[in-house]
């Protein structure tokens, strides 16, 4: 599979932004998938995962409530709706997918990679 992500952009604090991963080639439907950020200087993190049809998702503890991730394996897309930002947000997000089932929180535990979308979240 081939994942893109899109939507990211410049918002001010307290704003909102919903980010997207869209599957080029094969079905998304076959892999959970995940959101993972990295912000300047920083490692890697995770963000939110779901499951392949949707019915399990897992966060990150740092945006429990404001973010919420979700699909439409019909129209092959993850999403990522991200309310009340903060300038801490500010990361470029990568999404990722896996076969196997199961939703992991490390890097390792994914094996497709899309190219990062910048979200900027100013104060």
């Known amino acids: 599979v081939q994942l893109q992500a899109s939507g990211g952009g410049l918002v001010q604090a307290g704003g909102s932004l919903r980010l997207s991963c869209a599957a080029s080639?094969?079905?998304?439907?076959?892999?959970?998938v995940a959101w993972f950020r990295q912000a300047p200087g920083k490692e890697r993190e995770f963000v939110a995962a779901?499951?392949?049809?949707?019915?399990?998702?897992n966060y990150a503890d740092s945006v429990k409530g404001r973010f919420t991730v979700s699909r439409d394996n019909t129209k092959k897309t993850v999403y990522l709706q991200m309310n009340s930002l903060e300038p801490e947000d500010t990361a470029v997000y990568y999404c990722?997918?896996?076969?196997?089932?199961?939703?992991?929180?490390?890097?390792?535990?994914?094996?497709?990679w899309g190219q990062g979308t910048l979200v900027t979240v100013s104060s």
């Open positions: 779901i499951s392949q049809r949707g019915f399990s998702t």
């Open positions: 990722a997918g896996r076969l196997r089932y199961g939703l992991g929180n490390q890097i390792i535990d994914y094996d497709y």
């Open positions: 080639v094969g079905a998304l439907s076959n892999y959970a």
